[in-house]
Structures are given as C-alpha cells and as structure tokens.
Nanobody
C-alpha cells in the first residue's frame, strides 16, 4: 500500500519562502506522477502543481506560476514544492498526491483530483500579512 507523508509546512510572513516535501513508501516512486493540491478554509481543494514520472515535465496553476517550483528525487522517493514570494492567499492545507496511471496522462488532465489514487494527510501552510 502506498503511503505519502508531507512535511515542511509552517507559519511564514508574506514574501517569505517555504519548502514542502512528500515521501512516498510502499511502491516504486518512479511509477507515479506526483502532484500538489491545497485546500483553504471554506474552499474546495485546488490543484497547485504536478511533475511527470520520469521526464521532469511540470505544470502549474496560474496562481502559483513563477513563484512555486515542483521537483522530484526518484532516488530518495520524494517530491518537493519550493514556495517563494508567498502571499496571504496561499494559506491552506497542502496535500501531495500520487497518480499511478500505466501511461503518463495528457497534461490537460493533471489538475483533476480524481486522477490521483493516493493522498497524504496534508501539511498546514499559513502566510501572515
């Protein structure tokens, strides 16, 4: 069974940076496309970023493009999200998710939460003004 464990959340002032990490165990990490989602209080879960299994192709929500960077280390079974220039509206619980589709799906489908089979428990990111 796949397990995902996030770390790195916390409290930061607007304009600051945080780095989230997510470790996958139980299966071969390189088989999974990895995504980050977030959910703010009273709002639906939204897509943040995704990285492909092996080519390193990335895709970002418009709201984080140019500020966030997703990366993966297949040797360490981890995916990371470097968040710079944080804004108050980035405050949310951040979740990593794994998509084990046999073939890398079209990028247009990456933001859909239903694509992802496994989810972490989430880590809180709070950005203060």
């Amino acid at each position: 069974q796949v397990q995902l464990v996030e770390s790195g959340g916390g409290l930061v002032q607007a304009g600051g940076s945080l780095r989230l990490s997510c470790a996958l165990s139980g299966r071969t990490f390189s088989r999974y496309g990895m995504g980050w989602f977030r959910q703010a209080p009273g709002k639906e879960r939204e897509f943040v970023a995704r990285i492909s299994r092996s080519t390193g192709t990335t895709y970002y929500a418009d709201s984080v493009k140019g500020r966030f960077t997703i990366s993966r280390d297949n040797a360490k079974n981890t995916v990371s999200l470097q968040m710079n220039s944080l804004k108050v509206e980035d405050t949310a619980v951040y979740y990593c998710a794994a998509d084990g589709a046999a073939v890398e799906p079209p990028v247009v489908t990456w933001p859909s939460a239903s694509r992802y089979e496994y989810w972490g428990q989430g880590t809180q990111v709070t950005v203060s003004s």
